[in-house]
C-alpha cells in the first residue's frame, strides 16, 4: 500500500523513484512525501533499499528513474554539495586529521560563510549537542557517542531543509542508543527541522518517529504513524517485521453483519470486525500482549478461546513470553506482564486457556 | 592443552613435550628468552651494518692505502671537498634525486589515484603494466632506455638549425643536460610511489569523501582538505622511497649517463677501479648522512601526523 499525500508543505517529493546496480533493483517504484519539520523513519530489514533510497535524497546515488523534489526544487542533477540537505554518516565519517572544531566548520568554510560567522555558529551547534567542552579534542580521543554528536553538529550548523541520518544508533551500546534516541527527538523538536532516519531496529523508528515508511524489497509497504503500523499493519510482512505477532491461516468463509466469518486452523468458526471487505485466505493475527492466559476456561461468550500446554517459558524481567502449544497452527506466544514480585508462574507442561477480544484481532490478506 | 596430551605419553617423551609445551606458552613474540634467537638476530645485524661500520670507521684513517688502521683523521675529508669531479658527482646525483622525488611522488600519487578511485577497462592490465618496472631486471631497462635516449639523439642531432636544433641545444645547459638520467629515474621509481600511496588509499574510508561533498565541498575542495591530509604519509613515504633509489642507482644511471653527466655512484666505481682511498669512504659518509636525515625528517613528518 503506497499512500501518497497531497499536502503542499511536503518539504521531499519522491516521485516513481527506481533504483538498479545492474540486475539489481534495490528501489523500486517508490513515491512518498516527507512534510516539514517532521521526524521520518525509513524502516525495513537490510537490503530492503533504505539506505539507497537516502542516499538518493543526499545525491550520492543517481536515480534510475522518477524524481526527488527537495523543497520545491528538482534535485534529480544537483551534485550532493549543492542540496539543502546534510547526513550524519553510519560511520560518522568524522574527519580524522581535523579537531571537533575544524569538522564542525569544515562545511561552513567550504561554502565560503564569511569567517566572522562561523566561530559563533559552530559554538552554537556545539552547544546544541552539547560538546562544548570537547571543542579541540581530536577525534580520536572521543568515544563513539561523542564521535556521532560531532557528525550531527558538523550536519545541523549548515542549517539543512532535510538532516538525513543514516543508522545513526546502530554502532552505539544498549544504553547509550536508548539516551540518544530521545535526545534526538528533543533536538529535532528544538531545531525545527526535518529529520529523516534510516534503520532496520523496529523499537527506534517507534519511538522516536512521526511517520514511518515500512519498506521491504525494494518497495513501500505501508506509511503511517508507529501505532497504526503496530495496531493495524496493512500485510503479513509488516506485522510481522513490527513487534511479534501470531499469525494463523484462516478462511473467509462467510459475513455476519459489520463483521466477517473466518474459519481459523485449529479455533474454528470466529466472528472478526473488518473494515475492509475480504474473502478468501487469510490470515488471522493477534500480538501476543493481547493475549490471556488462564488455567480455568474463560467464561465470557465473546472471547476467542483455545486450551493448550506449556511448551517453553522465556523469561525477560518486565515481562515473560510464554510459547504455548494449541490445536492453532504452530504455537502461540503470550506476553505476560510480571505485575508482581511472585508473578503466576507457568511450568512447562501445564495445561492452559489461551483467549483474546475479537476486537484485538486482524485480518490480513497479503 | 599440551600437558593433557603429555599425559598420554610415556615418561620419557613426556619430558621433551613438556619442554615444548613451555616453549610455546611463552608466545611467538617472547623471543628474547631463547639464546639461539639472539645470537641469529646479532649475526643478522652485524651482516647488515657491520660493512657500513666499517666504511664510516675507515673515513677516519690516517692512510693513503686504506688497509690498515693507522690513526684517527678527518683529513680525508677535506680531500673529498676539494676532489672537484667528486663533488660534481655529487651535486648532480642531488640534483637528479631532488627532481626525480618530485616528479615521481606526482605522477605516482596520480597513478595511486586513478587505480584507486576510478574504474576503467583493462584496469587489471594497467595495474600490472605500471607495476612491471619494480620486478624487471635493472639491465633491461638500463639498455632499453640507452636505446630510446639513442635514437631520440641521433633523430633530434640531425637538424642543423631551426627549433628543433635549438631545442636540442638547450640540453646541453644545467641541469637540462641530466634530463636523460633524471627521465630514467622517474620512470623507475614512480611505480614505487604509486604502490605505497595506493596501499594507503585502501585505508581510507569513502564516506569521509561522501561527508565532504555532502557538506558543501566540491570535488577539489574534497581533495585538498580531507583526502590529501590522509595521503600524506603515504606521498612522504613514496617520496623518500623515490629520492633513495635515485640516489644510489648505479645500473640504469651507468647506460644513460654521458662523460659529461657523471653521478656519484658512478664515478665512486670508476675510482675504486684505482683502488680505495678514504676520501671515497668520506664522501660515502656524507651521503649516508644525507640520506639518515632525509628518513629521520620522513619520519618525524609522518609521526606528527594523526591518521
Given at each position: 500500500?503506497?499512500?501518497?499525500?497531497?499536502?503542499?508543505?511536503?518539504?521531499?517529493?519522491?516521485?516513481?523513484?527506481?533504483?538498479?546496480?545492474?540486475?539489481?533493483?534495490?528501489?523500486?517504484?517508490?513515491?512518498?512525501?516527507?512534510?516539514?519539520?517532521?521526524?521520518?523513519?525509513?524502516?525495513?530489514?537490510?537490503?530492503?533499499?533504505?539506505?539507497?533510497?537516502?542516499?538518493?535524497?543526499?545525491?550520492?546515488?543517481?536515480?534510475?528513474?522518477?524524481?526527488?523534489?527537495?523543497?520545491?526544487?528538482?534535485?534529480?542533477?544537483?551534485?550532493?554539495?549543492?542540496?539543502?540537505?546534510?547526513?550524519?554518516?553510519?560511520?560518522?565519517?568524522?574527519?580524522?586529521?581535523?579537531?571537533?572544531?575544524?569538522?564542525?566548520?569544515?562545511?561552513?568554510?567550504?561554502?565560503?560563510?564569511?569567517?566572522?560567522?562561523?566561530?559563533?555558529?559552530?559554538?552554537?551547534?556545539?552547544?546544541?549537542?552539547?560538546?562544548?567542552?570537547?571543542?579541540?579534542?581530536?577525534?580520536?580521543?572521543?568515544?563513539?557517542?561523542?564521535?556521532?554528536?560531532?557528525?550531527?553538529?558538523?550536519?545541523?550548523?549548515?542549517?539543512?531543509?532535510?538532516?538525513?541520518?543514516?543508522?545513526?544508533?546502530?554502532?552505539?551500546?544498549?544504553?547509550?542508543?536508548?539516551?540518544?534516541?530521545?535526545?534526538?527527538?528533543?533536538?529535532?523538536?528544538?531545531?525545527?527541522?526535518?529529520?529523516?532516519?534510516?534503520?532496520?531496529?523496529?523499537?527506534?523508528?517507534?519511538?522516536?518517529?512521526?511517520?514511518?515508511?515500512?519498506?521491504?524489497?525494494?518497495?513501500?509497504?505501508?506509511?503511517?504513524?508507529?501505532?497504526?503500523?503496530?495496531?493495524?499493519?496493512?500485510?503479513?510482512?509488516?506485522?510481522?517485521?513490527?513487534?511479534?505477532?501470531?499469525?494463523?491461516?484462516?478462511?473467509?468463509?462467510?459475513?455476519?453483519?459489520?463483521?466477517?466469518?473466518?474459519?481459523?486452523?485449529?479455533?474454528?468458526?470466529?466472528?472478526?470486525?473488518?473494515?475492509?471487505?475480504?474473502?478468501?485466505?487469510?490470515?488471522?493475527?493477534?500480538?501476543?500482549?493481547?493475549?490471556?492466559?488462564?488455567?480455568?476456561?474463560?467464561t465470557d461468550p465473546r472471547l476467542i478461546k483455545s486450551p493448550g500446554r506449556v511448551r517453553d517459558v522465556a523469561?525477560?524481567?518486565?515481562?515473560?513470553?510464554?510459547?504455548?502449544?494449541?490445536?492453532?497452527?504452530?504455537?502461540?506466544?503470550?506476553?505476560?506482564?510480571?505485575?508482581?514480585?511472585?508473578?503466576?508462574?507457568?511450568?512447562?507442561?501445564?495445561?492452559?486457556?489461551?483467549?483474546?477480544?475479537?476486537?484485538?484481532?486482524?485480518?490480513?490478506?497479503? | 592443552?599440551?600437558?593433557?596430551?603429555?599425559?598420554?605419553?610415556?615418561?620419557?617423551?613426556?619430558?621433551?613435550?613438556?619442554?615444548?609445551?613451555?616453549?610455546?606458552?611463552?608466545?611467538?613474540?617472547?623471543?628474547?628468552?631463547?639464546?639461539?634467537?639472539?645470537?641469529?638476530?646479532?649475526?643478522?645485524?652485524?651482516?647488515?651494518?657491520?660493512?657500513?661500520?666499517?666504511?664510516?670507521?675507515?673515513?677516519?684513517?690516517?692512510?693513503?692505502?686504506?688497509?690498515?688502521?693507522?690513526?684517527?683523521?678527518?683529513?680525508?675529508?677535506?680531500?673529498?671537498?676539494?676532489?672537484?669531479?667528486?663533488?660534481?658527482?655529487?651535486?648532480?646525483?642531488?640534483?637528479?634525486?631532488?627532481?626525480?622525488?618530485?616528479?615521481?611522488?606526482?605522477?605516482?600519487?596520480?597513478?595511486?589515484?586513478?587505480?584507486?578511485?576510478?574504474?576503467?577497462?583493462?584496469?587489471?592490465?594497467?595495474?600490472?603494466?605500471?607495476?612491471?618496472?619494480?620486478?624487471?631486471?635493472?639491465?633491461?631497462?638500463?639498455?632499453?632506455?640507452?636505446?630510446?635516449?639513442?635514437?631520440?639523439?641521433?633523430?633530434?642531432?640531425?637538424?642543423?638549425?631551426?627549433?628543433?636544433?635549438?631545442?636540442?641545444?638547450?640540453?646541453?645547459?644545467?641541469?637540462?643536460?641530466?634530463?636523460?638520467?633524471?627521465?630514467?629515474?622517474?620512470?623507475?621509481?614512480?611505480?614505487?610511489?604509486?604502490?605505497?600511496?595506493?596501499?594507503?588509499?585502501?585505508?581510507?574510508?569513502?564516506?569521509?569523501?561522501?561527508?565532504?561533498?555532502?557538506?558543501?565541498?566540491?570535488?577539489?575542495?574534497?581533495?585538498?582538505?580531507?583526502?590529501?591530509?590522509?595521503?600524506?604519509?603515504?606521498?612522504?613515504?613514496?617520496?623518500?622511497?623515490?629520492?633513495?633509489?635515485?640516489?644510489?642507482?648505479?645500473?640504469?644511471?651507468?647506460?644513460?649517463?654521458?662523460?659529461?653527466?657523471?653521478?656519484?655512484?658512478?664515478?665512486?666505481?670508476?675510482?675504486?677501479?684505482?683502488?680505495?682511498?678514504?676520501?671515497?669512504?668520506?664522501?660515502?659518509?656524507?651521503?649516508?648522512?644525507?640520506?639518515?636525515?632525509?628518513?629521520?625528517?620522513?619520519?618525524?613528518?609522518?609521526?606528527?601526523?594523526?591518521?
Amino acid at each position: 500500500m503506497t499512500s501518497v499525500s497531497n499536502h503542499n508543505d511536503a518539504v521531499v517529493s519522491i516521485r516513481n523513484v527506481s533504483k538498479r546496480f545492474g540486475d539489481v533493483t534495490a528501489v523500486d517504484n517508490v513515491s512518498l512525501d516527507i512534510q516539514r519539520n517532521e521526524f521520518f523513519a525509513l524502516l525495513g530489514p537490510s537490503g530492503c533499499g533504505k539506505t539507497t533510497l537516502l542516499r538518493m535524497l543526499a545525491g550520492l546515488e543517481r536515480l534510475t528513474a522518477g524524481e526527488i523534489v527537495i523543497d520545491g526544487e528538482n534535485m534529480v542533477a544537483t551534485p550532493p554539495n549543492k542540496r539543502p540537505v546534510n547526513m550524519v554518516f553510519q560511520s560518522y565519517a568524522v574527519f580524522p586529521h581535523m579537531s571537533v572544531e575544524q569538522n564542525v566548520a569544515y562545511g561552513l568554510k567550504v561554502g565560503g560563510t564569511p569567517s566572522a560567522e562561523i566561530g559563533p555558529r559552530v559554538t552554537e551547534a556545539l552547544e546544541m549537542v552539547r560538546m562544548g567542552p570537547l571543542r579541540s579534542r581530536m577525534p580520536d580521543q572521543l568515544s563513539g557517542g561523542q564521535r556521532q554528536r560531532v557528525a550531527l553538529a558538523r550536519a545541523l550548523v549548515k542549517r539543512p531543509k532535510v538532516l538525513l541520518l543514516d543508522e545513526p544508533l546502530s554502532a552505539l551500546d544498549a544504553k547509550l542508543r536508548e539516551q540518544m534516541q530521545l535526545e534526538l527527538t528533543r533536538l529535532q523538536e528544538t531545531v525545527g527541522i526535518t529529520f529523516v532516519i534510516v534503520t532496520h531496529d523496529q523499537d527506534e523508528a517507534l519511538s522516536m518517529a512521526s511517520r514511518i515508511a515500512v519498506m521491504d524489497h525494494g518497495r513501500v509497504c505501508q506509511i503511517a504513524s508507529p501505532q497504526e503500523l503496530y495496531e493495524r499493519p496493512a500485510t503479513r510482512f509488516v506485522a510481522d517485521f513490527i513487534g511479534k505477532v501470531n499469525l494463523i491461516d484462516g478462511e473467509v468463509i462467510g459475513l455476519a453483519g459489520n463483521a466477517v466469518l473466518c474459519q481459523a486452523e485449529g479455533l474454528g468458526e470466529m466472528a472478526l470486525p473488518a473494515e475492509a471487505p475480504v474473502s478468501g485466505r487469510v490470515a488471522v493475527a493477534v500480538r501476543p500482549e493481547k493475549l490471556k492466559l488462564s488455567a480455568a476456561e474463560p467464561t465470557d461468550p465473546r472471547l476467542i478461546k483455545s486450551p493448550g500446554r506449556v511448551r517453553d517459558v522465556a523469561y525477560y524481567g518486565d515481562t515473560s513470553n510464554v510459547f504455548v502449544e494449541t490445536p492453532a497452527a504452530r504455537e502461540l506466544s503470550v506476553n505476560v506482564q510480571n505485575e508482581r514480585r511472585s508473578p503466576t508462574v507457568y511450568r512447562r507442561g501445564d495445561q492452559v486457556w489461551v483467549s483474546w477480544s475479537p476486537e484485538d484481532t486482524l485480518i490480513l490478506t497479503e | 592443552m599440551a600437558t593433557e596430551a603429555a599425559q598420554a605419553l610415556p615418561p620419557s617423551r613426556r619430558l621433551s613435550l613438556q619442554r615444548w609445551a613451555s616453549a610455546v606458552e611463552q608466545g611467538p613474540l617472547d623471543y628474547g628468552s631463547r639464546i639461539w634467537l639472539k645470537v641469529l638476530i646479532g649475526a643478522v645485524f652485524v651482516m647488515l651494518y657491520a660493512p657500513i661500520l666499517a666504511l664510516i670507521a675507515f673515513s677516519f684513517n690516517d692512510s693513503r692505502r686504506n688497509v690498515v688502521w693507522q690513526g684517527f683523521t678527518t683529513k680525508y675529508y677535506l680531500v673529498a671537498w676539494e676532489n672537484q669531479a667528486l663533488i660534481a658527482a655529487m651535486a648532480n646525483s642531488l640534483t637528479i634525486a631532488l627532481l626525480c622525488t618530485l616528479f615521481a611522488t606526482v605522477i605516482g600519487a596520480a597513478t595511486a589515484l586513478l587505480l584507486w578511485r576510478f574504474r576503467f577497462p583493462f584496469k587489471a592490465a594497467f595495474e600490472g603494466f605500471m607495476a612491471l618496472p619494480i620486478v624487471i631486471p635493472e639491465i633491461c631497462m638500463g639498455v632499453a632506455l640507452l636505446v630510446f635516449f639513442a635514437r631520440v639523439g641521433r633523430f633530434t642531432s640531425s637538424f642543423e638549425s631551426g627549433p628543433i636544433a635549438w631545442w636540442n641545444s638547450l640540453f646541453t645547459l644545467s641541469p637540462l643536460n641530466l634530463s636523460a638520467i633524471t627521465i630514467s629515474h622517474i620512470a623507475f621509481s614512480f611505480p614505487f610511489v604509486a604502490v605505497v600511496v595506493r596501499a594507503r588509499m585502501t585505508g581510507f574510508n569513502r564516506e569521509l569523501d561522501e561527508a565532504s561533498r555532502d557538506l558543501g565541498a566540491s570535488e577539489w575542495q574534497t581533495f585538498r582538505h580531507i583526502i590529501l591530509p590522509f595521503m600524506r604519509p603515504g606521498l612522504i613515504a613514496g617520496a623518500l622511497l623515490a629520492f633513495t633509489l635515485s640516489l644510489d642507482d648505479f645500473v640504469i644511471t651507468f647506460f644513460t649517463s654521458g662523460p659529461e653527466t657523471v653521478t656519484f655512484p658512478v664515478k665512486v666505481y670508476s675510482l675504486v677501479r684505482r683502488g680505495v682511498s678514504p676520501d671515497i669512504n668520506a664522501a660515502s659518509t656524507v651521503l649516508i648522512v644525507i640520506t639518515l636525515v632525509a628518513t629521520i625528517i620522513a619520519m618525524r613528518l609522518q609521526r606528527s601526523e594523526r591518521t
